[in-house]
């Protein structure tokens, strides 16, 4: 079983930043993709970065210039830094990871439980 925890949401006002952190923790082999994707009341969950192991990276379109993703392997942790806020980014943000648990074995999903993100105009 894997776990992946976050932390770093919380409330900010339009145009600063914030940093989110996903740690992930259990049986873990390796970790392939590793993630962030969003969730705003009334919307449906929208794809906000995503990086794999060698460091290449995607971003949805509304982020693009404004997050930065980045991971550091050796502690299974994916960071996401925001900057440059808007009230249009206030959502639940969930990390997410594709995780091998052991040699041979099939890469499986798995979700953090959520870490609300709040930007005031």
């Known amino acids: 079983q894997v776990h992946l925890v976050e932390s770093g949401g919380g409330l900010v006002q339009a145009g600063g930043s914030l940093r989110l952190s996903c740690a992930a923790s259990?049986?873990?082999?390796?970790?392939?993709?590793m993630g962030w994707y969003r969730e705003a009341p009334g919307k449906q969950r929208e794809l906000v970065a995503v990086?794999?192991?060698?460091?290449?990276?995607n971003y949805g379109d509304s982020v693009k210039g404004r997050f930065t993703i980045s991971r550091d392997n050796a502690k299974n942790t994916v960071y996401l830094q925001m900057n440059s806020l808007k009230p249009e980014d206030t959502a639940m943000y969930y990390c997410y990871a594709t995780v091998v648990e052991k040699r041979w074995s099939t890469a499986r999903q798995y979700w953090g439980q959520g870490t609300q993100v709040t930007v005031s105009s």
């Open positions: 990086i794999i192991p060698g460091g290449s990276t």
């Open positions: 259990g049986s873990i082999y390796s970790i392939n993709f």
